[in-house]
């Protein structure tokens, strides 16, 4: 039976695990799940959170990107998405949880946060995501918008917090790559984890340059050639 994997294509870690799914080469079958109703979606899948990525395999249901990697490691061992000496898996496990619990946030909480703000931008993501009229969409998602922002916190002061660290950002994730910890060929779970965000980053027009300077975006790029975007300058 195909895996399932529940996702849409504005989120950057559902991107991190399509491809752990391409390269395990694991058939799946994708779900689309409507950016904004996504919690209402996978609760009717009977899944207990309401956040992509998430997956269905072997009757098993599993949300979250460094939840899922294990899982598919366990189902599929190669190519493994963590190595096997003790020491490096410690150092990819410790680069993996930076990239979800920090690195992840930023464009989430920047975007969310401009989702409130920016009607253009709301306009924008109804388009991406197909609605029916996006013009009509962007003016009643405003009160979704605000909902979601509220859950993550994506206020004014968190979005500039997130603009004043993200240089220090990338050059850790440089770092990473530059000691091998994201390691390429073939890639680890920490490597789509931090790339993705990379890559995520980098179809902001108001970031692009940024982002375009640091040796990670051309990784970011290789691995995932096909993203949404651009997004529209609001920052």
């Known amino acids: 039976m195909p895996v399932k994997l529940y996702w849409f294509p504005q989120s950057h870690p559902s991107w991190a695990v399509r491809k752990m799914l391409e390269l395990k080469?694991?058939?799946f079958e994708e779900v689309n799940v409507l950016p904004g109703m996504q919690r209402?979606?996978?609760r009717l899948a009977r899944f207990r959170g309401g956040t992509v990525p998430a997956i269905r395999l072997n009757g098993?249901?599993?949300?979250?990107s460094r939840q899922i990697a294990r899982a598919l490691d366990k189902l599929e061992p190669e190519p493994a998405l963590f190595p096997a000496d003790p020491a490096q898996r410690r150092a990819v496990e410790e680069a993996e949880r930076w990239g979800e619990q920090e690195f992840q946030d930023v464009p989430r909480i920047v975007l969310r946060w401009g989702l409130v703000e920016d009607l253009a931008l709301r306009r924008w993501v109804?388009?991406?995501s197909n609605m029916p009229m996006a013009d009509l969409s962007a003016h009643l998602s405003g009160p979704l918008a605000r909902y979601?922002?509220?859950v993550i916190g994506a206020d004014e002061p968190a979005a500039r917090r997130a603009m004043r660290e993200l240089p220090q950002m990338l050059d850790h994730?440089?770092?990473l790559l530059a000691e091998g910890t994201l390691a390429l060929d073939p890639p680890n779970a920490a490597t789509l984890q931090v790339l993705s965000t990379?890559?995520?980053l980098s179809e902001f027009e108001d970031l692009r340059d940024q982002v375009a300077a640091h040796p990670v975006?051309?990784?970011a790029q290789e691995f995932f050639p096909q993203f949404p975007g651009p997004v529209p300058g609001f920052i």
Not at 60 to 64: A, E, L, P
């Open 25 to 27: 080469r694991l058939p």
């Open 40 to 42: 209402v979606h996978l």
């Open 60 to 64: 098993q249901r599993v949300q979250g």
């Open 126 to 128: 109804a388009a991406q």
């Open 148 to 150: 979601y922002a509220r």
């Open 173 to 175: 994730a440089d770092e």
């Open 198 to 200: 990379v890559r995520a």
């Open 217 to 219: 975006a051309s990784a």
